[in-house]
């Protein structure tokens, strides 16, 4: 049954008001980015990896905060789990992040691990958050990184929030 789109999916229950989801053996250290770095004011565990992110409360997927990238020009903007996450060669995981866009003007939302692009998702409307994934096999074992970006066209917005990465097998 994982379908994103399908909302009586287990993949997307209803969230109760200042609640977080987020898998419950994710690999990811404040994936829901509820625990701020008070000196950065950015979710403590994440940093810029491209463009300029900002820590928002304005809309989420769940709980208090989600990440916002904006289009202050049309390129590539995104954030990278500070954490390096040590994955064993044949177990396959699950990365996947909830991202909602102002319209549906965004292009192109990507994961990524070690800076190479796993999966690309289309957002093709601005009906709420929408769940992304990407199953993904590790070929060595290994310490890693990942990230979420997303190419935003000028004056536009994405939300990015309850990023995740678990052992499916």
């Known amino acids: 049954p994982d379908d994103p789109d399908n909302p009586d999916d287990p993949q997307t229950p209803e969230i109760p008001d200042n609640e977080t989801y987020i898998h419950e053996n994710t690999l990811l250290l404040n994936g829901d980015f509820e625990t701020a770095n008070v000196?950065?004011?950015?979710?403590?565990?994440?940093?810029?990896?491209?463009?300029?992110?900002?820590?928002?409360?304005?809309?989420?997927?769940?709980?208090?905060?989600?990440?916002?990238?904006?289009?202050?020009?049309?390129?590539?903007?995104?954030?990278?789990?500070?954490?390096?996450?040590?994955?064993?060669?044949?177990?396959?995981?699950?990365f996947g992040a909830w991202v909602k866009t102002q319209s549906p003007s965004t292009e192109s939302i990507h994961l990524n691990i070690n800076s190479a692009s796993i999966g690309s998702h289309n957002i093709i409307t601005s009906d709420g958050w929408k769940y992304i994934y990407k199953d993904w096999t590790a070929t060595s074992t290994e310490n890693i990184t990942v990230q979420v970006d997303a190419y935003i066209s000028l004056g536009e917005s994405t939300y990015i929030d309850d990023v995740e990465f678990y052992l499916l097998s």
């Open 39 to 94: 000196t950065w004011d950015f979710p403590a565990g994440w940093a810029v990896w491209e463009g300029n992110p900002i820590y928002v409360s304005e809309d989420k997927h769940s709980g208090t905060c989600s990440i916002k990238l904006n289009g202050d020009s049309e390129s590539w903007k995104g954030i990278q789990h500070t954490e390096q996450i040590y994955v064993t060669a044949g177990n396959t995981y699950r």
